[in-house]
T-cell receptor, first 116, second 112 residues
Framework: EPEVTQTPSHQVTQMGQEVILRCVPI?????FYWYRQILGQKVEFLVS????????KSEIFDDQFSVERPDGSNFTLKIRSTKLEDSAMYFC??????????????FGPGTRLTVL | AQSVTQLGSHVSVSEGALVLLRCNYS??????LFWYVQYPNQGLQLLLK??????LVKGINGFEAEFKKSETSFHLTKPSAHMSDAAEYFC??????????FGRGTSLIVHP
């Protein structure tokens, strides 16, 4: 069964450093998403991406964040200058486009980001 | 606007007992509703979803949920808990956008 994959599974970085989290969505999906989950808290939406541009973003997704689909398979989340409070699990998700819009989202296993 | 409230951050049951995880939602439009499960060190896996068809939705692993509009609820049940059901469960609502709002999650603990 097709699945969303994410690399790395765990990333440790120093405060102020840039990190890039990578995702490979399911191949025929057209909508892509990033979420984060701070330890012990709810899953929070960051951004959605369709047709090579951001379609929605939350207030969390400020200028420190950017997303890119550099080729036909990868979908990346970049954090330019990490802060301690960016430490969280980051989930990528993808969904098909149906005649009703975006379908069910399928989630990757997550990347745990630890900022020291 | 949309929101989800999951009652109880932890639910503890004995193996073989009924599982009931509560979810109440708020949505300004007819919602889509979801339950996801998260096993340790894994991502979110869709258990089931409600999309305005049958109000009783059956999902994977023997779970089901019933949409009750009058109670704005979408509680998750399973007749008989297994040890392997121990995980974090998230209810989510989509009301007019394709972006789900998640609840805080309920940790299901299953005792032998």
């Amino acid at each position: 069964e097709p699945e969303v994959t994410q690399t790395p599974s765990h990333q440790v970085t120093q405060m102020g450093q840039e990190v890039i989290l990578r995702c490979v969505p399911i191949s025929n999906h057209l909508y892509f998403y990033w979420y984060r989950q701070i330890l012990g808290q709810k899953v929070e939406f960051l951004v959605s991406f369709y047709n090579n541009e951001i379609s929605e973003k939350s207030e969390i997704f400020d200028d420190q964040f950017s997303v890119e689909r550099p080729d036909g398979s990868n979908f990346t989340l970049k954090i330019r200058s990490t802060k301690l409070e960016d430490s969280a699990m980051y989930f990528c998700a993808s969904s098909e486009l149906t005649n009703l819009g975006a379908d069910t989202q399928y989630f990757g296993p997550g990347t745990r980001l630890t900022v020291l | 606007a949309q929101s989800v409230t999951q009652l109880g951050s932890h639910v503890s049951v004995s193996e073989g007992a009924l599982v009931l995880l509560r979810c109440n939602y708020s949505s300004s439009v007819p919602p889509y509703l979801f339950w996801y499960v998260q096993y340790p060190n894994q991502g979110l896996q869709l258990l089931l979803k409600y999309t305005s068809a049958a109000t009783l939705v059956k999902g994977i692993n023997g779970f089901e949920a019933e949409f009750k509009k009058s109670e704005t609820s979408f509680h998750l049940t399973k007749p008989s808990a297994h040890m392997s059901d121990a995980a974090e469960y998230f209810c989510a609502v989509e009301g007019g956008s394709y972006i789900p709002t998640f609840g805080r999650g309920t940790s299901l603990i299953v005792h032998p």
